[in-house]
């Protein structure tokens, strides 16, 4: 068997930030709570739970007092930030800074007085993070082509700012979408580069390989993204959330298995994979895509 592994691995920039900030965190302070997940993996938000790491709902007030609380990577609105954790001893702010351009965009658009049209997942953290951003000046949140298929507006102008792990693809959908009607569309472009690098990446990867293995959590946007974008090219394309589904996935030693992850994929998940396929084949030939 022939692994191919991606370029790019494991976390990217933003969340390992977090994940430094909440282990430095739970070893040098004393109650440390988060009022979301702090990324979409639920296997690492457990070890973070085994580390101490506790919810902010099930502090009562005494303990909210003395806590430190973290907010997600993904961001966090003024009313989350105003409502009960404002009694906490320190917030921590691991808002990624790409989402932070993306909101600062949104915000600038607004200010200006120009309708916000905010390309995001409806019920994503990040796209209320946007929303927010744009005020009264949201226009509508397209999440996908049906979205747009039902879209009624009546404005000449659009501001498009986007949810950071969108696709390239459904970008230039929406822009093409807009300037077939005549409507001048004033573009943020807040797609997250090193997202765009692992979908394109995975498409040409996918090309040569005969099965894709996607690692990462289900409930993460990117990876799914990454399993729609390589499906295309490689049929036998699979989310892995667990390396024990592995034998189930009628692998062959002949295979030429292509291996990414999402951005919130720990390392131990990814080695825990690679043993897992050495199982299935032991004679495992690991090479680096270039």
């Known amino acids: 068997m022939r692994v191919v592994l991606a370029r790019e691995l494991g976390y990217c920039s933003g969340i390992r930030r977090a994940i430094d900030a909440a282990e430095t965190a739970l070893c040098s302070e004393g109650t440390v709570a988060a009022t979301d997940t702090l990324l979409h993996n639920v296997g690492e938000m457990n070890r973070l739970g085994s580390m101490g790491l506790r919810s902010v709902e099930l502090l009562s007030d005494e303990e909210l007092g003395a806590a430190t609380v973290l907010l997600p990577a993904h961001g966090s609105t003024s009313l989350e930030r105003l409502g009960r954790i404002a009694g906490a001893r320190a917030l921590r702010d691991l808002t990624c800074p790409i989402v932070n351009r993306a909101h600062d965009a949104a915000s600038r658009f607004a200010d200006a007085g120009v309708p916000v049209v905010v390309v995001g997942d409806k019920e994503h953290r990040e796209t209320r993070y946007l929303m927010e951003a744009a005020g009264s000046q949201l226009l509508t949140v397209v999440a996908s082509k049906q979205d747009l298929d039902t879209l009624k507006i009546s404005v000449s102008r659009v501001g498009v700012v986007y949810q950071t792990t969108q696709s390239r693809e459904f970008r230039q959908v929406v822009l093409a979408w807009f300037r077939q009607r005549g409507i001048e569309v004033t573009e943020a472009m807040t797609l997250c580069p090193e997202v765009l690098r692992r979908q394109d990446g995975a498409v040409a990867l996918a090309s040569r390989c005969t099965v894709m293995l996607v690692l990462g959590d289900n409930s993460s946007a990117n990876t799914r993204r990454l399993v729609a974008v390589a499906v295309c090219a490689c049929p036998r394309t699979y989310l892995i ?23 919130s994929c720990p390392q131990a998940a990814i080695d825990e994979v690679m043993a897992g396929l050495r199982q299935v084949c032991p004679d495992v030939q690991v090479e680096v895509d270039t």
């Open 241 to 263: 959330q667990d390396a024990a589904v592995l034998p189930k996935l009628g692998l062959d030693c002949v295979d030429v298995v292509g291996v990414v992850s999402g951005t």
